[in-house]
């Protein structure tokens, strides 16, 4: 089963900003709806983002206004900007279809925001 590979998380500082990205072989991104989800430690995966077949993306709270989620059709690939970093932010974060499939999770990116 094809998995989904995230790249790009980092330790920053508060306020500071990263970009995500994803990519996967087994999938063609512009079929799919995809999403970007994240656990922080001690707490349940959350969703963050998902971006329509059309590219409309829905932002759930914990994103909003601060981060933007982007596909890249030809390059096949998945994108997060994340803006504004809070320590709250702190978790690994993931990408998958929308609604997620239980096989594809990957090894996720771990972004760590410091105060």
């Known amino acids: 089963q094809a998995q989904f590979v995230e790249s790009g998380g980092g330790l920053v500082q508060a306020g500071g900003s990263l970009r995500l990205s994803c990519t996967s072989s087994?999938?063609?991104?512009?079929?799919?709806?995809l999403g970007w989800y994240r656990q922080a430690p001690g707490k349940q995966r959350e969703s963050v983002a998902m971006?329509?077949?059309?590219?409309?993306?829905t932002y759930f709270d914990s994103a909003k206004g601060r981060f933007t989620i982007s596909r890249d059709k030809a390059d096949n690939r998945l994108y997060l900007e994340l803006n504004n970093l809070q320590p709250e932010d702190t978790a690994v974060y993931y990408c998958?279809?929308?609604?997620?499939?239980?096989?594809?999770w990957g090894q996720g990116t771990q972004v760590t925001v410091s105060s």
């Open positions: 971006i329509s077949k059309r590219d409309t993306p």
């Open positions: 087994g999938w063609t991104f512009s079929r799919i709806v």
């Open positions: 998958n279809k929308f609604p997620p499939e239980d096989s594809a």
